[in-house]
């Protein structure tokens, strides 16, 4: 049993709830157990909604999956279209992708990167560090950020749009395209989409850079407070190339401990299940993946930008790779582990991505129109798996003889950190709640740690066959008088 999951005498305790969390995609709600003296006894990170993708998508055509999963998310759909589609590829029989499709492929998913790193940080995030954990909550949002940092605000702004720029003329539009089909792609890039792109990212490059030293910044003045913030130590997964970098479309499982000893190292993430297992907890629709061979009080793992880029040896691109090595100084060569860290990692990462893309944009097979592989034979099982902004994202499949989905399994990027997220609150918890008098700020200080996962909860939820469910019966005090748990 994890400290401050389950409450000893839970009847004797005052219950304070968090519901909705704010500024998340999707709903979730905390809540927390305290005694008179308000020391806390519980918290939990509750999903409350229910998707049932995995249900869903059973019956359904496999040509459909790529399409009909983006539903599951308007923030990232393009992860999972990626995802469904490289599962796709091998069910359909096609063999590797052509030069260009691959790069097509790419350089839609770097596009999601930037955008939704920047929606994240700049629109989510940024309200709380720019404007302060405890500021009045009436303008602790975009649009006090836009009021005290206009120049800001319209970078944050700005570079959401180039990325959805780029995934509309890879996609064909900006939110569920349909440009990845099993075998390749469905749309050529160009000559005067590529020109359109080029013109502007290096001043994407330029103002990706500038986020992340603004972050680095806030650090050096106060890190007392940025690094150990929900300070815990975790094991950290992602996936890798042969060579160690991270790449964020293809490559090998790899996790390492706290200290960053490897635990394993290319995985092939079709056998995922010989290294991962999934586990069901009463109070909550999400599942929690840990490492098998470590098993659940001692595998569970962090994924997305802190967790792989220290998961990974370095960064393919020079400018990215200096901030990475810049801010891993601050753990002497170990891994560092404060929960405001995400935001750093995740800025680097939009550089990275913003990089990638400039390369991609100078690379004459961009162009080409060769977009579709050899096909051969058939198959009836195949898991797909890509970096997604919040983390590492894997759609597995089984279709019969008819074209029919028969099965499907989503290990959501915010499922694998679900562990991790219960850890980053009741960390803050003990260091900011623990026998105080319970504010709004102090309260905010636990939402500043789910969001700083950028947790997208309605992707997550899919539970369908052991759904959990509990029925409280509380008085008009919030005292809990009767509790009833199935699942």
């Given at each position: 049993m994890f400290a401050l999951e389950t409450a000893a005498h839970p009847e004797n305790l005052r219950r304070i709830a968090i519901d909705p969390v704010t500024r998340v995609e999707g709903h979730g709600k905390v809540t927390l157990l305290l005694d008179e003296n308000n020391k806390v006894h519980q918290v939990r990170l509750h999903i409350v909604e229910f998707r049932g993708f995995e249900k869903f998508i059973e019956g359904r055509p496999y040509w459909e999956v790529p399409v009909t999963v983006q539903r599951l998310c308007g923030i990232c759909p393009v992860s999972h279209h990626l995802a469904a589609v490289k599962a796709m590829d091998q069910i359909a029989g096609y063999g590797p992708l052509t030069p260009t499709a691959e790069k097509l492929r790419r350089l839609m998913h770097y596009g999601q990167m930037v955008q939704s790193h920047a929606v994240h940080f700049f629109h989510l995030a940024s309200p709380d560090i720019l404007l302060g954990f405890d500021s009045d909550f009436t303008r602790r949002n975009i649009v006090g950020v836009a009021l005290d940092h206009p120049e800001i605000a319209k970078q944050?702004?700005?570079?959401?749009?180039?990325?959805?720029?780029?995934?509309?003329?890879?996609?064909?539009?900006?939110?569920?395209?349909?440009?990845?089909?099993?075998?390749?792609?469905?749309?050529?890039?160009?000559?005067?989409?590529?020109?359109?792109?080029?013109?502007?990212?290096?001043?994407?490059?330029?103002?990706?850079?500038?986020?992340?030293?603004?972050?680095?910044?806030?650090?050096?003045?106060?890190?007392?407070?940025?690094?150990?913030?929900?300070?815990?130590?975790?094991?950290?997964?992602?996936?890798?190339?042969?060579?160690?970098?991270?790449?964020?479309?293809?490559?090998?499982?790899?996790?390492?401990?706290?200290?960053?000893?490897?635990?394993?190292?290319?995985?092939?993430?079709?056998?995922?299940?010989?290294v991962l297992e999934e586990e069901i907890k009463p109070w909550s629709y999400m599942k929690f993946p840990h490492i098998k061979s470590l098993?659940?009080?001692?595998?569970?793992?962090?994924?997305?930008?802190?967790?792989?880029?220290?998961?990974?040896?370095?960064?393919?691109?020079?400018?990215?790779?200096?901030?990475?090595?810049?801010?891993?100084?601050?753990?002497?060569?170990?891994?560092?582990?404060?929960?405001?860290?995400?935001?750093?990692?995740?800025?680097?990462?939009?550089?990275?991505?913003?990089?990638?893309?400039?390369?991609?944009?100078?690379?004459?097979?961009?162009?080409?129109?060769?977009?579709?592989?050899?096909?051969?034979?058939?198959?009836?099982?195949?898991?797909?798996?890509?970096?997604?902004?919040?983390?590492?994202?894997?759609?597995?499949?089984?279709?019969?003889?008819?074209?029919?989905?028969?099965?499907?399994?989503?290990?959501?990027?915010?499922?694998?950190?679900?562990?991790?997220?219960?850890?980053?609150?009741?960390?803050?918890?003990?260091?900011?709640?623990d026998g105080r008098v319970i504010t709004e700020g102090l309260l905010n200080h636990i939402e500043c740690a789910i969001r700083a996962y950028d947790p997208c909860l309605s992707c997550a939820t899919h539970a369908l066959g052991k759904m959990p469910m509990t029925v409280e019966l509380v008085d008009p005090a919030g005292q809990v008088i009767s509790s009833l748990s199935k699942g």
């Open positions: 944050g702004v700005l570079l959401r749009k180039y990325g959805q720029e780029v995934i509309r003329h890879t996609a064909g539009k900006r939110v569920h395209g349909t440009g990845a089909i099993p075998g390749g792609m469905n749309k050529a890039l160009s000559l005067a989409e590529r020109d359109e792109m080029a013109k502007d990212i290096d001043q994407m490059i330029a103002w990706s850079l500038g986020a992340v030293h603004m972050v680095k910044q806030l650090h050096e003045t106060n890190p007392g407070f940025y690094n150990v913030f929900g300070e815990f130590r975790s094991n950290m997964m992602g996936l890798v190339r042969p060579d160690g970098a991270l790449d964020f479309y293809h490559g090998a499982l790899r996790a390492v401990d706290a200290d960053g000893g490897t635990i394993f190292d290319q995985v092939d993430y079709a056998t995922y299940q010989q098993g659940a009080e001692n595998g569970w793992y962090k994924v997305g930008p802190l967790g792989r880029v220290q998961a990974a040896s370095f960064l393919s691109t020079p400018l990215a790779e200096a901030e990475r090595q810049a801010m891993m100084a601050l753990g002497g060569g170990k891994p560092v582990h404060g929960t405001l860290m995400y935001h750093w990692a995740r800025l680097i990462e939009v550089v990275h991505a913003a990089e990638m893309i400039r390369d991609l944009l100078n690379d004459p097979e961009i162009l080409g129109l060769d977009l579709m592989a050899d096909k051969g034979p058939r198959r009836h099982e195949a898991v797909g798996v890509i970096e997604a902004p919040r983390g590492t994202l894997f759609h597995h499949y089984r279709v019969d003889d008819d074209d029919l989905v028969t099965y499907c399994n989503l290990i959501v990027s915010t499922t694998n950190n679900n562990q991790a997220m219960n850890e980053a609150v009741r960390t803050v918890a003990r260091q900011y709640l």
